[in-house]
């Protein structure tokens, strides 16, 4: 199966600065088969990026994927309080699908 | 609106059996897969398997293989994930999700917590 890796393991950055994580494969991933995530404290992760940069209904613009192949990044510009979340990145162009470890976002 | 409904926090002891549900509505649920996903209390997400309701075709991730059961009833727009022995090394919450297959997943349940303590 493909190990996603993620980093930085923990980002911490202040509002209005641009946050850029990362997401390395194992292997390809296919079609660019890659969605990030956001999760905050107590909640179920939401969607936010798939097939590696579109965005999902309802995700403002200050949200955006790119990369192929073995690399990916979540860029998030103008970082807003509420940003604060573990991240994910999901390959699915692989059986099984499979999650990075995470990211944590810390607004300082 | 799209949302799915996951029925309430559990709490078993090792041995017992178990069936936790997942009910689609504001869609046609037989024209999406429903897929699970576990977290661990700490700890990330990891894809369980999925189901499309409407012909009951079934995958699973290699380490739920035989170890869980995934299932459906499109009457009541439900899905289900099910131990028939549970053991303490299955608490965690676990979440459904909508998906178009083995792809992204665009909806989720607030999740269903599973405590197993003797």
């Known amino acids: 199966e493909i190990v996603l890796t993620q980093s930085p393991g923990t980002l911490s950055l202040s509002p209005g600065e641009r946050a850029t994580l990362s997401c390395r494969a194992s292997?390809?991933?296919?079609?660019?088969?890659l969605a990030w995530y956001q999760q905050k404290p107590g909640q179920a992760p939401r969607l936010l990026i798939y097939?590696?940069?579109g965005r999902a209904t309802g995700i403002p613009d200050r949200f955006s994927g790119g990369g192929s192949g073995t690399d990916f990044t979540l860029t998030i510009s103008r970082l807003e309080p509420e940003d604060s979340a573990v991240y994910y990145c999901?390959?699915?162009?692989?059986?099984?699908?499979?999650f990075g470890q995470g990211t944590r976002l810390e607004i300082k | 609106e799209v949302q799915l409904v996951q029925s309430g926090a559990e709490v078993k002891k090792p041995g017992e059996s178990l069936k936790i549900s997942c009910k689609g509505s504001?869609?046609?649920?037989?024209?999406?897969?429903i897929a699970w996903v576990r977290q661990m209390p700490g700890k990330g997400l990891e894809w369980m398997g999925i189901?499309?309701?409407?012909?009951?075709?079934?995958r699973y991730g290699p380490s739920f293989q035989g170890q869980v059961t995934i299932s459906a009833d499109k009457s009541i727009s439900t899905a289900y994930l099910q131990w028939s022995s549970l053991k303490a090394s299955d608490t965690a919450m676990y979440y459904c999700?909508?998906?178009?297959?083995?792809?992204?997943?665009?909806?989720w349940g607030k999740g269903t917590t599973v405590t197993v303590s003797s």
């Open positions: 189901i499309y309701p409407g012909d009951s075709d079934t």
């Open positions: 504001g869609y046609s649920f037989t024209s999406y897969w």
């Open positions: 292997q390809s991933v296919s079609i660019s088969y």
């Open positions: 999901q390959q699915y162009g692989s059986s099984p699908p499979t």
């Open positions: 097939g590696a940069s």
């Open positions: 999700a909508r998906s178009e297959g083995v792809a992204e997943m665009d909806v």
